[in-house]
């Protein structure tokens, strides 16, 4: 396990802040891989519950995580480090990229990079939602309740409402089982 220094935090983040293609719904594998499996630095409970959250809050959910997770890792000397790493890296590569995609646009060879991109941007989303399903639809309620929430937003129901009733229903339940755990 790595040394939780800024140093090691900015690096950390920087690399996460590279490879995240796709936005806030593919930075729960590249997480997982840095921070859990590299590093040791998170369980996995943390970096989906710190996933959760950071949904749930205005802003870009990378951001969200990164201050999240550096808050746990470091305090604030970790937030600072998490956030200018993971925002860094995606500020040089688009300085960089919208300089030479007015050169390199239409080109079909880039294209189909692009192309690629998307598809293992499906794939990671693919993988987030598959570690969420596994932690979040433990019982016959959770399935109901997934059900549920997904016929509100075919039908349009405002996504803020159903967070909220989410919400209330997740502190409730968890009420209920620690009443009946006494």
């Excluded at 890296?89 to 300089?99: D, G, Q």
């Excluded at 932690?135 to 803020?160: H, Q, R």
Aim: proline share 2%; charged share 15%; glycine share 6%.
């Amino acid at each position: 396990m790595k040394e939780k220094n800024f140093i090691n935090i900015f690096k950390a983040f920087f690399k996460i802040g590279i490879i995240l293609l796709g936005g806030g719904y593919v930075i729960v594998p590249i997480m997982k891989d840095e921070l859990l499996l590299k590093r040791n630095w998170l369980s996995e409970d943390e970096i989906f519950d710190f996933y959760c959250v950071s949904q749930c809050l205005p802003g870009i959910i990378a951001i969200n995580m990164s201050i999240l997770t550096g808050y746990k890792l470091l305090k604030f000397k970790g937030v600072i480090a998490s956030v200018i790493g993971i925002g860094l890296s995606p500020f040089v590569s688009i300085i960089i990229l919208a300089h030479l995609l007015s050169k390199i646009a239409g080109i079909p060879f880039i294209e189909s990079i692009f192309w690629g991109v998307n598809l293992s941007v499906i794939i990671l989303i693919y993988l987030t939602l598959k570690d969420i399903w596994k932690k979040s639809i433990v019982d016959i309620f959770s399935v109901f309740w997934f059900i549920f929430i997904l016929i509100c937003s075919i039908y349009n129901v405002n996504a803020v409402i159903l967070i909220l009733a989410s919400i209330v229903l997740g502190i409730t339940a968890s009420a209920k089982k620690e009443k009946t755990n006494e």
